[in-house]
């Protein structure tokens, strides 16, 4: 009779906590980066914004309106 703690070999000789270790750090090395691209694209997003404001303050006189 063999007695098994909840250190159980699962895949490849791996126990649950290595598994679930693994599976937390591959979702939080996505959500970083992620987040990063979502700045990026914030920040670019603003720029382009601010760049197309001035244009328009520029050529205002060229209005006909």
């Known amino acids: 009779m063999v007695l098994r703690t909840h250190k159980t070999d699962v895949n ?3 126990t649950m906590e290595e598994n679930l270790y693994k599976k ?3 979702v939080g090395a ?3 980066v992620f987040g990063i ?3 990026l694209f914030g920040i670019g ?4 914004m ?3 404001g ?4 520029a050529h205002r006189s060229d209005s006909l309106f």
């Open 50 to 52: 601010i760049i197309n």
């Open 54 to 57: 001035a244009r328009l303050l």
């Open 24 to 26: 937390l750090k591959s």
């Open 45 to 48: 997003a603003g720029v382009m």
């Open 12 to 14: 490849g000789g791996l």
């Open 30 to 32: 996505s959500n970083l």
């Open 37 to 39: 691209l979502i700045i």
